[in-house]
């Protein structure tokens, strides 16, 4: 199976670098405009709903996590005061239970 060749016209009128510049710059400025037509419309109210700001009053605020008493299988560190598995346990020295991340 044979390419055809495509016949060159040697008589057309041939582009010189700068139509070739110009028709760069026209494609660029239609993608522009194409790009323009693809943002997004957001409004700035609803996009700083979630934020938090240091020191904000949150006294009327609810929690919407449901929170369990610590388990038999858990223990509190006596020195982080975060409630670990036992499987998390490192030591305990006079009573005092400590987590492996504060051993």
Known sequence: MELAEMATDYDSPRKTDEDINEDSLQELQARRVDKGTGTIDVDPD????????????????????????????????????????????????????VCKECA
């Open 46 to 97: 609803e996009a700083n709903e979630g934020l938090e700001l240091p020191g904000a009053d949150l006294s009327g605020e609810e929690l919407a996590v449901r929170v369990l008493p610590r388990q038999a299988d858990e223990f509190t560190c006596s020195r982080c005061f975060l409630v670990h598995h036992r499987s998390q346990l490192a030591e305990q020295r006079a009573g005092q239970l």
